[in-house]
């Protein structure tokens, strides 16, 4: 009797072996199904990507210092500075002019007044097309700044992937500080390949001729996901700081038809690959 115990003991401690045993490459395999594709940001960058802030003001006085005061202190060498006043009626180019020459960083800067207000777009479009292939654009409201000094820095550690062409980075808001939930392009950080966006036709950014007033993010982002498939990446770190105090007025009527006309266009085909870089330099396969 004790022996046939004994052997029952035995049988149910293997029982059990074998079942934790399945269940646990139930759970690895469940695990690794569940795990998303990721672009993780390298440890050890070889080399610095060149970076091309664009940032498009209007009427922006408010907030320009602390705006421009988050580009100059970041704590990375190789970028530019495109500083579009959308002509502005309040003084803020003439200060931004200011800020710029009075500034102890010294960068490379673009800066571009208009006599006459082009919109969002036009000025993005004309910013992008003009800059080198290789460059990697972060776009930038007036109103809005960098989230702190190793934003470019953090951005760089991302794009040493060179599968990555097009990240949307973090938010957070001001005054409440409270984290941005919400994943669109409109409220995030966009940044992406000079030469993504120029695969981008032109036509698709016109409405009878003229540049889309609104859906500005939407209207060159939808296309760049499109032919980016597999490399894309959204970044969960706060880089952007958004100011709650900039109200943007827009026809919510013509909002709705220009985001359907976005929609209802023929998707972009995926591209295989993105070259950049001159051959023996670096190339986005």
């Known amino acids: 009797m004790r022996g046939m115990k004994k052997l029952l003991f035995v049988l149910a401690l293997c029982f059990l072996a074998g079942f934790f045993a399945l269940r646990y490459r139930e759970f690895k395999r469940e695990e690794t199904i569940a795990l998303p594709l990721a672009f993780l940001p ?26 421009l005061a988050s580009i100059f202190s970041q704590n990375y060498e190789n970028f530019r500075l495109i500083y579009v006043d959308d002509a502005s009626d309040d003084g ?3 200060f931004a002019k200011d800020l710029i020459n009075q500034s102890d960083r010294t960068i490379p800067v673009t800066f571009v007044q208009n006599e006459e207000r082009l919109g969002n777009l036009a000025n993005i479009f004309r910013s992008v097309t003009v800059s080198e292939d ?112 900039a109200v943007v007025q827009e026809d919510r009527e013509m909002a709705t038809r220009i985001e359907r006309q976005i929609r209802g266009r023929q998707a972009y085909a995926p591209l295989t690959s993105l070259q950049v870089f001159e051959c023996g330099n670096d190339s986005l396969q």
């Open 42 to 67: 390298s440890s050890f960058t070889l080399v610095n990507r060149p970076f091309a802030i664009v940032i498009v003001g209007v009427n922006n006085g408010a907030t320009l210092e602390k705006t």
């Open 92 to 94: 803020s180019a003439e």
């Open 134 to 245: 290789e460059e990697i654009i972060v776009v930038l409201r007036g109103e809005d700044w960098l989230a702190h000094e190793w934003v470019l820095q953090r951005l760089n550690a991302y794009f040493a992937d060179p599968d990555l062409w097009v990240v949307c980075g973090g938010a957070m808001d001001f005054p409440t500080f409270q984290k941005s939930t919400d994943f669109s392009y409109r409220e995030n950080l966009n940044v992406f390949y000079a030469k993504l966006f120029k695969h981008v036709r032109k036509e698709d950014f016109l409405d009878a001729g003229q540049f889309l007033p609104v859906c500005t993010e939407f209207a060159y982002m939808i296309p760049m996901l499109e032919m980016a498939q597999g490399h894309f990446h959204r970044i969960d770190e706060v880089l952007l700081i958004r100011s709650s105090f």
